[in-house]
Structures are given as C-alpha cells and as structure tokens.
C-alpha cells in the first residue's frame, strides 16, 4: 500500500463548478498536511497548508480527517486556470525536527469551458 | 528575488556519462533535499540535507551523489551507475522546525540519449 494516495482523475470539471477530491495516508503518525499545484512540466508550488480544524483560502477548502486519515480539497466556482495537478503531501515525524515529507501521485483537474 | 535556482533547466545525457545538475537557494533555509519525479508517480526523495557538510540518502540514492560544502548549495550528480535517470528532477528547500513548508525550484529535465 502506497503511503499517501490519490485518485488520479482526471476530474473533467465544467467552468463554475465545483470539484472535489480525497487524499488517504497511511501513517498515523503523520501531522502536518498540504496541498500543492503543479502544472504540466512545472514544479510543485504551494497551494495551502491543511489545519486540524479546516481552513479556507478564497474558493479552495482544505479538510483534515484524522480518524479515517485523508484530507480533502473542494474547489469552488472552478476556473480555467484551476486545471493542473493537485498533489498531497504529508510531513511524517522520524525522530528528528524534520520530519519526512511524503507525496501522492497527484490528482488531474481539468475544467472545461 | 528569494528562492531556489536550478539549472540548467534541460540537459541530454550520453550513456556512461555523469552529470551534474545545480541548485542555489537565497532563502537562507537550512534543509536541502532532491527529488526525482516520474510520470504517474509521487515525487521521490533522492538526497537530503539538513546541515551542511552533511547529507542523508533518500528512498532512491543508489546511482546518485551529493555535497554540501555551502548552505545555499547542494548540487546532484547523476552518476553512470544509475540506469534509467530519464527523468523530472526537483531541488527543494525548507526551513528550521517541523510543519514548515517546502519550497521548490523549477527543476531540471534530462533525458539520456
């Protein structure tokens, strides 16, 4: 079993509406969470940290449930410009301050006109 | 501006070849890490580094190397032994503490020719 999964989508969204979509992990442990945005043959750029208690960021929602371990992301009112890769990352402590950052696969959002 | 250079941005290998591939950071972040990124597939974790002058193996180091003589520094060299490097490399930088984000440079492609 993968470590942090996602669906792989793509999620064909029309223009205005409203897409959302899980990411499970596996470890426990696991306490901080985020989401990123990557375009096609770019690098990954932060979309927003996840909170315990869910936070908003303009038309994006970002969930934590820590007893069935996933988080969400709900994109509202969706934009062209909203299609891209979402990946979810997971930060794991191992002992040190780091922690270890883990990553999905990353979920395909597509809006059409 | 802040933030994480890499270069150069594409690079073509010959079989049997090393070759190096760059990451500078101005953020004056302590940890520095190298992922690879393979279509379909979560980024992997190379090399990382927390300090310098010190640096940890990744999930998949083997056919990799790393230094780290300068904090803003941690170049990749992507040796012979490594036998598909065909791929999306990605430098990224982060600072003390847990939970705080990581932060990416516009990654390098190679391709073997």
């Known amino acids: 079993r993968k470590e942090v999964e996602q669906d792989p989508g793509p999620f064909n969204v029309p223009e205005g509406a409203t897409v959302a979509f899980n990411c499970t992990y596996s470890?426990?442990?696991?306490?901080?969470f985020f989401w990123y945005r990557q375009d096609c043959r770019k690098e990954p750029k932060l979309l927003m940290s996840v909170y315990s208690s869910g936070n908003e960021d303009g038309r994006f929602t970002a969930q934590l449930n820590r007893a069935s371990q996933y988080i969400s992301l709900l994109i509202r009112d969706s934009k062209l410009s909203d299609s891209a890769t979402y990946l979810c990352v997971v930060n794991t402590p191992r002992g040190d301050s780091w922690g270890k950052f883990q990553f999905g696969a990353g979920t395909q959002v597509v809006v059409t006109p | 501006d802040g933030g994480i250079t890499q270069s150069p941005k594409y690079l073509f290998r010959k079989e049997g070849q090393n070759v190096t591939l760059s990451c500078e950071q101005n953020?004056?972040?302590?940890?520095m890490y190298w992922y690879r990124q393979d279509p379909g597939q979560g980024l992997r974790l190379i090399y990382y580094?927390?300090?310098?002058?010190?640096?940890q193996k990744g999930d998949i180091a083997e056919g990799y190397s790393v230094s780290r003589e300068k904090k803003e520094s941690f170049p990749l060299t992507v040796t012979s032994a490594q036998k598909n490097p065909t791929a999306f490399y990605l430098c990224?930088?982060?600072?003390?503490?847990?939970?705080?984000?990581?932060?990416f440079g516009e990654g390098s492609w190679l391709t073997v020719v």
């Open positions: 990224a930088s982060r600072s003390t503490g847990q939970g705080n984000t990581i932060y």
């Open positions: 470890n426990s442990a696991s306490q901080s």
């Open positions: 580094s927390q300090i310098v002058n010190d640096f």
């Open positions: 953020l004056n972040h302590d940890a």
